[in-house]
């Protein structure tokens, strides 16, 4: 499945974001998770076709539109790091202060 263009990022009863159930949906996550583990190539694969996606994202939006896009893919990166940062915190990496 790929998200069709009336595929809403809320739910319209909660105001939830969707994107746990939008990926559950997914064939290629569906296809990846078949087994119950993620492979090196399986990884690959999806890092590359991710790849491939932002490419086509990138040519395809207008500047204004790519900034907030751009904003909203880090944050959402952001997310998933932390996320993934709760779940195993003795996993996560040592914090250092961010110099400039």
Request: with cysteine; proline share 8%; hydrophobic share 40%.
């Amino acid at each position: 499945m790929h998200p069709t263009p009336e595929c809403a990022w809320f739910d319209p009863a909660t105001g939830a974001f969707r994107l746990d159930e939008t990926v559950a949906e997914m064939a290629s996550f569906r296809k990846i998770m078949a087994d119950g583990r993620v492979t090196e190539q399986e990884y690959s694969a999806q890092a590359q076709l991710v790849s491939q996606c932002m490419r086509e994202l990138e040519a395809a939006l207008p500047p204004e539109i790519k900034s907030i896009a751009t904003r909203a893919i880090c944050e959402l990166a952001v997310l998933q790091t932390i996320q993934g940062i709760a779940s195993h915190p003795s996993e996560a990496p040592l914090s250092r202060p961010v110099t400039h």
